[in-house]
Every structure is written in structure tokens, then in C-alpha cells.
């Protein structure tokens, strides 16, 4: 058998999210992209094997570059051709970017060493009809400065206990951030872009951040009053959760540190 890794990009907005859900909803099946994954791999060798993904999206939550794994029965199938295989027999709002053979023992999750979030923000009272399942729009341009200063206090080992969502059952709250910022698309001046990379993510920890920072700017709050929030661990304390449209799963390395998950 040959490990294959996929780099895949996938709309979620008509997903529950990255992770096979073998229960149904009221009866109604239930489609992920883990799923949709799956079955279209089954289709290609005509036998179940399992897809493993480097971690979860939430509902509504896309990606750019989610890395997945999988045995393939057959040897010798040139990477391209998974390309092309895979990319026919999957839904539109799934595409496989890129697939390269690694060795046995790689597992997209375990061998991950950090990934990358972008969130996007449209400031505009109307966002553009093509922007509206990928962006938050926001009625006001904040003050960048600002939004960077608080970012500054996410480095390092941080307990990011505040920003977790009720039901998260990770064993720490505790999570290695390598960086965060703010900064405008070069493309589109109106569209501001939070990416935030670590080792690992609590539940809809990004959108709190981001709904949090973005609160923070508009009642005029600052660096000291966000570090607050933050070292006070107290979740009651986080202000708003922005809508899970707007965020990306950007980009998974495995050539850096591997720290707790």
C-alpha cells in the first residue's frame, strides 16, 4: 500500500464540518467533507478506506490548504492521477489541490507540526454578492495599529482558556501561538485579513479572537484592557464570536517544531 497525501480546499458552507458524522440529524444524513472524502476514494478503488485529516473544521468553516492521508490499495498510480480521479468524482464545493506519496508511518494530523487560520473581513456596508459565504462584513475600517498591538500578547505558550467554547474537550487550554496579525489585502483595500498560526486550536477559539478584537477596537479598548481578557482565563470575559464564514484553514506545516496538542 502507498500513503498518499491530499491537500485539499473545500466551501464549507453547506458542510457540519470536516469530521465523518455517523449519526444523523432528526434522520436527515448529515454531509462533511471527511464523508464526501471517503466515499469518493471508496468509488476510485471500489473497497472503504479511511481518510485521516490534519484537524477539524467547524460547520460553515472553509479551507485553502487542509492536508488528509489514506492508503492507497494499489502501488505505482502516478500523484497526478489522484489529482484528476479524485477531482471527478467529488462534489464542486470539494477540490483536491495537490497529491504527493509519503512514507508509511506520515499521519496528517500527528506529523502536523502547526497550522494556519485566515480570517476574512469585509469593511463595507455591503459586501460584494461573490464575497458573501467567505467574508464578515463589518460596517467600519478599525484601527490596524491597534488590532496588532493586541495581538501582540498571543506568543508563545499562551493559556487561551477566555477563548474557548463551551463544550470544548481538550485536555489544556493551553496553545504554542508561533504568530498573529492583522493586515490588508493588497487586492482589495476594504478587505482585512486576521491569520493566526499555532500548534493547535481550541474550539471556535479564532472566531472569538476575532469577534473579541474587533469589539475591543469599536468601544475604543486597547492593548492592556485585551492582555485582561486574556491572562484572566475566564471565558465570560471574551466579547463577541465572529460567524464561521469568513474563516480558512490556510495552510498545514510539518517541518517545524512538534509541540502538545
Not at 115 to 134: D, G, I, K, N, T
Not at 187 to 215: C, H, Y
Amino acid at each position: 500500500m502507498t500513503n498518499i497525501l491530499l491537500t485539499v480546499s473545500y466551501d464549507g458552507t453547506d458542510f457540519c464540518g470536516w469530521q465523518r458524522q455517523d449519526k444523523a440529524d432528526k434522520g436527515a444524513p448529515v454531509r462533511t467533507v471527511q464523508g464526501e472524502l471517503e466515499e469518493a476514494v471508496g468509488k476510485m478503488f471500489r473497497s472503504s478506506i479511511k481518510i485521516y485529516g490534519s484537524g477539524r473544521t467547524d460547520s460553515g468553516v472553509h479551507a485553502a490548504g487542509q492536508a488528509a492521508n489514506f492508503f492507497s490499495p494499489v502501488d505505482g498510480i502516478p500523484e497526478a492521477n489522484y489529482v484528476r480521479a479524485l477531482n471527478g468524482l467529488l462534489p464542486q464545493d470539494i477540490r483536491i489541490m495537490k497529491a504527493e506519496q509519503v512514507p508509511e508511518d506520515f499521519n496528517a494530523r500527528f506529523n502536523a507540526t502547526s497550522r494556519m487560520y485566515r480570517y476574512f473581513l469585509r469593511c463595507a456596508s455591503v459586501p460584494l454578492a461573490s464575497e458573501s459565504r467567505y467574508v464578515w462584513c463589518i460596517p467600519r475600517r478599525p484601527d490596524i495599529d491597534n488590532l496588532n498591538a493586541m495581538c501582540s500578547c498571543l506568543h508563545g505558550e499562551t493559556d487561551c482558556a477566555t477563548f474557548s467554547a463551551a463544550g470544548d474537550q481538550s485536555i489544556s487550554t493551553k496553545r504554542y501561538i508561533d504568530s498573529a496579525r492583522f493586515f490588508s489585502d493588497e487586492k482589495n483595500p476594504d478587505t482585512l485579513v486576521f491569520e493566526i498560526e499555532a500548534n493547535a486550536f481550541l474550539w471556535k477559539m479564532i472566531r472569538s479572537l476575532v469577534g473579541t478584537f474587533i469589539q475591543c477596537d469599536e468601544k475604543g479598548k486597547d492593548k492592556q484592557f485585551f492582555k485582561e481578557i486574556l491572562e484572566s482565563c475566564d471565558r465570560k470575559r471574551a466579547l463577541m464570536t465572529a460567524p464561521a464564514k469568513g474563516l480558512f484553514l490556510w495552510q498545514i506545516r510539518f517541518d517545524g517544531i512538534r509541540r502538545h496538542i
